[in-house]
């Protein structure tokens, strides 16, 4: 079984998919729709040299979304088939047009309204995150546990937690986090304090776009963001969707409820490999980027040869 993942912010980067672009018609079609319903020059900003403004919460997210549905038309265009899909925090919008439950218009609009919400929802240096490396999700709890103003956002891996907060409070967290045996304590290049209990402005507001918008039964099943597990109703999409914003990450889990659906092939698709690198650290399973051509070029041949192999 396949499943497609969809990167998150952190994976952007200036020219991504250019390849693509120039040689997939149905590549530029998304990229010119994107620029038509956001009325802005996201192409530009992708394929310029402005690489602080394509970090922006509001560019970058767009932009991935964008760039990760390319290269989703280009899958399909190949024949190669899904069973399930997920995304990693943003990432999950993309999931979701990818399974048909979101209109690619209406994930674009809301994540670009999604990035501007972030940006906002807190004073500019008054939130930040933290990847703990080395040190276990369950001491990690415990610690936090015991702080003001620090909360678990994201369950990347067995071994790789982060936390999002205040970040006076995170930074006299470094010590207590190091103490307790984390190997490393790494400051996040971000905005905001993202997927915490600081993001309830946000949430408030973008709530109220995605309420206004269709959520149409999915082609393939979901594992979403809040639960790790599949989502049986609509309305429970909704709502996975728009509590994502407060909520943690549970990516290890994500990860474990497809291991358990019998996926053996993960294929991420956009930007970069980071979600193939966390694939890899919780289950054992193949993991195929499409970061390039170069790429997308060995993920056919994989996947021709299977079913060659399975005929």
């Known amino acids: 079984m396949n499943a497609l993942i969809f990167p998150g912010q952190g994976s952007q980067k200036l020219n991504m998919m250019k390849d693509f672009y120039d040689e997939y018609p149905q590549a530029r079609e998304v990229m010119h729709r994107a620029c038509d319903v956001l009325n802005f020059d996201l192409k530009g900003l992708i394929f310029g040299n402005d690489e602080h403004e394509l970090t922006k919460t509001y560019n970058a997210q767009p932009a991935l979304l964008t760039t990760s549905m390319m290269v989703f038309e280009v899958i399909k265009s190949k024949g190669i088939n899904f069973d399930v899909v997920a995304g990693h925090s943003l990432g999950e919008y993309s999931?979701?047009?990818?399974?048909?439950?979101?209109?690619?218009?209406?994930?674009?609009?809301?994540?670009?309204?999604?990035?501007?919400?972030?940006?906002?929802?807190?004073?500019?240096?008054?939130?930040?995150?933290?990847?703990?490396?080395?040190?276990?999700?369950?001491?990690?709890?415990?610690?936090?546990?015991?702080?003001n103003g620090v909360y678990i956002a994201n369950y990347n891996s067995p071994l790789q937690t982060v936390v999002s907060g205040e970040v006076t409070a995170l930074l006299s967290a470094v010590d207590i986090f190091k103490n307790a045996g984390a190997k490393r304590v790494v400051q996040l290049n971000v905005s905001g304090p993202f997927h915490s209990p600081l993001m309830a402005p946000a949430k408030e507001k973008l709530s109220e776009f995605i309420?206004?918008?269709?959520?149409?039964?999915?082609?393939?099943?979901?594992?979403?963001?809040?639960?790790?597990?599949?989502?049986?109703?609509?309305?429970?999409?909704?709502?996975?969707l728009i509590n994502q914003l407060t909520s943690p990450v549970r990516w290890t889990e994500s990860v474990k409820t497809m291991d358990e659906m019998c996926v053996n092939k993960y294929i991420e698709v956009g930007s970069g490999n980071v979600l193939c690198g966390l694939v890899k650290k919780i289950v054992n399973a193949e993991v195929y980027s499409t970061d390039s051509i170069d790429e997308m070029d060995k993920l056919e041949g994989v996947v021709k040869n299977a079913e060659i192999a399975e005929f």
């Not at 393939?220 to 709502?239: D, I």
Request: proline letters at 5%; zero cysteines.
């Open 95 to 147: 999931a979701l047009v990818a399974a048909g439950v979101l209109s690619f218009d209406d994930a674009i609009r809301a994540v670009r309204l999604r990035g501007e919400l972030m940006e906002n929802a807190v004073p500019s240096g008054a939130g930040s995150m933290m990847a703990i490396l080395g040190l276990s999700p369950e001491k990690i709890e415990e610690i936090v546990g015991n702080l």
């Open 211 to 240: 309420n206004k918008i269709e959520f149409r039964r999915p082609n393939v099943p979901v594992v979403f963001n809040v639960t790790g597990k599949v989502a049986g109703t609509l309305e429970e999409m909704r709502m996975n």
